[in-house]
């Protein structure tokens, strides 16, 4: 036992005496990366985070200086510093414990002197480099312990030297990077352990680069990119959170013909040119909401006939294209509210005829009631089983209102249901100030 402790301590006291003959890791100024092989010329590991921040702007134009350094066993962080072109200097680094950030670096070209960095311990941000055109040449980097994201890089085009990477990445976020054009470099990634966030992209057409994403254990959001299509989505299979899409460019969605699980909301928003959900064919699972809001194209919603209940609402507002809703007939419970507003061309709302009318009810009652049919200009029959049977409870709510003549209040449609209103009902047909007419 004794030998033991001896031993413990002598491994203890070397490391600390190591550590000792290290610099800090914050590097200030040019001067201090300059006198760091002079000043430490046996520090090759650094047992805290090297930070290169300048303190007086334009100070740091290179890290040559810092050539000697093999692995940190912290943090890497290059933030802030205006006058830095290339991050040269740290060629020799394979090891990083803990995170990468380079973050802020207004003239920062490429990242080329990290090209032999294998292993990070925790994440990888890169963020807010106006002039980052590439990352590094190579493919070396093999581990990544947490979430990777990729912000407010305009100038970027690519990540190709990520596809060292493989199997399960905690987060993977891209955003913001106007000159990306593609997702090539990810194709060894199968699965996010939290979510995948594709966003504001604009020079990006499709996910290619994702070919191998099999399962997404949190949310998916795919916005404000210029897709055309969901290519590189083709074997992904489960979504244990929300798959939330809003590309205005989007016509083809056949790429999700593998996806069989949602565990959250499926919303859909602003795909303008999208005209039908093929591609969801398969899916049975639906685990929140289902939201179709402002898709000006929509036709139909077909492809969702292998669903039969919802955790949450149905919300269905300004599909213009959109003349009924068909595909939902299968759905046999929610639990939340119904919301059906401002779809121009709708006629027919026989889709949520087998819906039991008991599990229809608000989550928010200040904001929605168990069920709003209004401003359909087009519609003019409601009185499909769900509705006449909703109409039937007690203290329920409704909005329904500005439809076409036979759907344009609750008495309209009790009249074509064949049935009489119970005395308590709650009317609400022309709603003034937030105010609800008994």
């Known amino acids: 036992m004794k030998s033991f402790l001896t031993t413990i301590a002598i491994i203890f006291s070397s490391v600390l005496v190591y550590s000792q003959n290290c610099a800090p890791g914050v590097f200030d100024s040019q001067q201090k ?84 960095i294998d292993y990070i311990g925790d994440y990888l941000y890169i963020g807010q480099n106006s002039d980052l055109v590439s990352l590094w040449p190579s493919n070396n980097l093999t581990s990544l312990g947490d979430y990777l994201a990729i912000y407010d890089n305009p100038l970027l085009e690519n990540i190709s030297c990520l596809s060292g990477l493989s199997g399960i990445i905690e987060d993977i976020s891209i955003n913001n990077n106007q000159s990306l054009i593609s997702l090539d470099g990810l194709q060894n990634i199968t699965s996010s352990n939290l979510n995948l966030k594709i966003e504001n992209n604009v020079s990006l057409i499709d996910l ?42 989007i016509n083809d969605i056949s790429n999700l013909s593998t996806l069989t699980y949602i565990g ?58 959109l003349t009924n809703l068909s595909g939902l007939n299968n759905i046999l419970s929610i639990d939340g509210y119904i919301y059906i507003a401002d779809n121009n061309n709708l006629t027919d709302i026989s889709g949520i005829e087998n819906i039991d009318a008991t599990t229809i009810h608000s989550w928010s009652p200040n904001f929605y009631d168990d069920l709003s049919i209004f401003n359909n200009p087009l519609l003019s029959e409601c009185n499909v089983q769900s509705v006449c049977d909703f109409l039937l409870l007690p203290d329920k709510t409704s909005d329904i209102h500005d439809n076409m003549n036979g759907c344009n209040n609750e008495d309209q449609i009790a009249n074509a249901c064949g049935i009489v209103l119970p005395p308590d009902c709650t009317l609400l047909t022309e709603p003034q100030n937030g105010e609800t007419d008994v």
């Open 208 to 249: 290619s680069g994702l070919n191998n994403l099999t399962t997404v254990e949190n949310s998916v959001t795919i916005k404000y990119n210029s897709l055309q299509s969901l290519s590189g989505l083709d074997n992904l299979t489960t979504i244990n959170n929300a798959l939330i899409l809003n590309e205005n460019s």
């Open 33 to 116: 990366i300059d006198d760091f092989s002079t000043n430490y010329p046996n520090c090759t590991s650094l047992f805290s985070d090297l930070i290169i921040q300048e303190a007086v702007p334009g100070d740091i134009t290179n890290l040559n200086g810092l050539s000697q350094i093999t692995s940190l066993y912290k943090g890497l962080n290059i933030s802030n510093n205006i006058a830095l072109t290339d991050v040269s200097g740290l060629e020799n680094i394979t090891h990083v414990s803990n995170e990468i950030r380079i973050q802020n670096n207004d003239n920062l070209n490429n990242l080329a002197g990290l090209d032999n």
């Open 264 to 321: 959250g909301p499926l919303r859909f928003e602003n795909c303008d040119n999208l005209t039908n959900l093929t591609g969801l064919d398969n899916l049975t699972y639906i685990g929140g909401e289902l939201s179709f809001i402002n898709n000006s194209s929509l036709e139909n919603l077909d492809a969702l006939l292998m669903i039969t209940s919802l955790n949450r609402w149905i919300f269905i507002e300004n599909n213009d294209a």
